[in-house]
């Protein structure tokens, strides 16, 4: 597809002109309790948010259970160091027994439901479950094979491109496009977690859209909204971000995630830059400009004057509204006199003097 083509979806579309497809992501914030990841489905349906996703993964699907030290996270990783990669995983993942009641609910709330799966066999389970939409996790870009099967589905693709290098996403969207995939979207994406603003390169926005001639958006591991709104004004399409119930609740994800009330403020607040950047180049009164340009100051009569009075700055003055000659005009006149009555609130113009 190229960059102006939009993908149709069952509740929303994606792609440039349409509104922002804001994604909620669950992650591990449900903390193992599958009443709160269906409490997080329907706080999600407060936002406005268009889909809500998750991960498809085991422990056993993603690493093995080794305490060798490639298999701990970096010590000095903000939330993660020296966690044991099996055990993150492990208490990260959403079992795979609660994904059809997450989605049944998710849909019910006539949100568009959808995962990331990590290895063959959860891309199979999806395909059971209905999924109209995958996305894959900037880790996995380099798993060439694995981005083939999901491509091999024909359903449309997101794929973050955090970490990546320009030749591993071309190596990527080429796999992609040469296994069927007709209908990809690029997510810019820092893969640090938390991620900060000055890592946030949104301009690889626009650089990933000329690059491969696809949508593209954004998603974003930093803390707050800023980032996420300001690449809707870069022309991101979609916007992924985390969320939690809250998060005092603790959890994997929690300290960059975002509150309900949060993503509600995401959804408006990045369609509003959408839409502004959008608005093009113009100069002069907008249509609901014109009511305000009867505003601009102008001269007018500010006292009772008589004819043969002079005009002088105290009967005429540069004040709101408009309809009298221009404030500019005011040395052009003073000394002047009237060549009638005028009373105050008159507007001043060339007859009166």
Excluded at 45 to 62: E, F, R, W
Excluded at 303 to 313: Q, T
Aim: net charge negative.
């Amino acid at each position: 597809m190229d960059a102006s083509q939009t993908i149709a979806l069952s509740n929303s579309s994606i792609g440039r002109g349409q509104p922002i497809f804001t994604i909620a992501e669950m992650s591990g914030n449900h903390n193992g309790e599958l009443s709160r990841a269906l409490s997080i489905v329907d706080a999600v349906a407060t936002t406005g948010a268009k889909a809500l996703k998750i991960q498809t993964y085991t422990a056993d699907t993603l690493t093995i259970d080794s305490d060798l030290p490639a298999f701990r996270v970096r010590g000095d990783h903000d939330l993660w160091g020296g966690r044991n990669l099996y055990s993150l995983y492990r208490e990260a993942h959403t079992p795979w027994e609660w994904h059809a009641e997450i989605f049944a609910r998710t849909r019910k709330h006539g949100l568009l439901p959808f995962s990331t799966p990590f290895d063959p066999s959860s891309v199979a389970f999806l395909e059971d479950l209905g999924v109209e939409l995958y996305k894959t996790a900037s880790a996995e870009i380099v798993d060439l094979p694995l981005l083939r099967e999901v491509a091999r589905t024909g359903k449309p693709v997101i794929v973050s491109t955090g970490m990546a290098t320009l030749s591993e996403i071309d190596s990527a969207v080429t796999a992609m496009r040469d296994a069927g995939c007709s209908q990809l979207v690029l997510l810019a994406c820092t893969a640090a977690y938390p991620a900060v603003p000055e890592e946030a390169r949104l301009g690889n926005i626009r650089a990933l859209r000329e690059a491969f001639d696809v949508p593209v958006g954004l998603s974003d591991h930093t803390t707050g909204i800023g980032v996420a709104v300001a690449a809707a004004g870069f022309g991101a399409v979609v916007v992924e971000k985390h969320v939690t119930l809250d998060r005092a609740d603790g959890g994997v994800d929690s300290e960059f995630s975002l509150t309900p009330s949060e993503f509600s403020a995401l959804v408006t607040a990045s369609e509003q830059a959408r839409v502004a950047a959008s608005s093009g180049v113009s100069f002069g009164p907008t249509p609901d400009e014109r009511a305000v340009v009867a505003l601009r100051r102008s001269l007018f009569v500010v006292a009772d004057v008589r004819a043969g009075e002079p005009v002088a700055p105290e009967n005429v003055r540069s004040i709101r509204p408009a309809g009298g000659l221009p404030p500019d005009c005011f040395n052009e006149i003073v000394g002047r006199r009237f060549v009638r009555d005028v009373k105050r609130g008159t507007p001043l113009s060339w007859d009166l003097i």
